[in-house]
């Protein structure tokens, strides 16, 4: 299996800065910080924060800005990556209301209900998330995108 810094870049490239990178692409016009809550919970690199996942559960929050710099929190995500036998998922979430659904991402999207965990049909604004979730996938596994 190719290391992740191979496909993605050097060692030293930070894991946040990719995942606010992709949320700023798949997410347009927002921009995204991504902040850590637990900041020793990553290494340096994509090298070590791939090895980190590997061995924990990963939560990111990624908050959402208009070009303008405003901050939208009700565009806020909460991202948790967590590794599932050989393979990586990832959860995407708004962070603001039980009214939205969240989804999971494994070999394919799963839609949830917010507020019962009942598997749901795409919301009208899902596709971003979509997309984002499968970059992500492919940033983390790039053999298994």
Do not use: K
Request: net charge negative; aromatic share 4%.
């Amino acid at each position: 299996m190719p290391s992740p810094e191979s496909s993605i870049g050097s060692a030293n490239t930070d894991l946040c800065q990719l995942v606010a990178a992709a949320a700023d692409l798949c997410r347009r016009p927002l921009r995204h910080a991504v902040v850590n809550p637990d900041p020793g919970a990553l290494g340096a690199g994509v090298e070590a924060a791939a090895e980190e996942v590997d061995s924990l559960d990963l939560c990111l929050r990624l908050e959402a800005r208009t070009p303008e710099g405003e901050r939208v929190p009700t565009e806020d995500l909460e991202l948790e990556i967590y590794r599932s036998g050989e393979d990586f998922n990832l959860t995407l979430a708004w962070r603001q209301g039980e009214d939205h659904p969240l989804l999971w991402q494994g070999s394919h999207p799963v839609w949830m209900d917010g507020a019962t965990g009942l598997r749901c049909s795409c919301p009208p604004q899902g596709e971003p998330l979509e997309a984002l979730a499968r970059r992500l996938r492919a940033l983390l596994r790039p053999d298994q995108g």
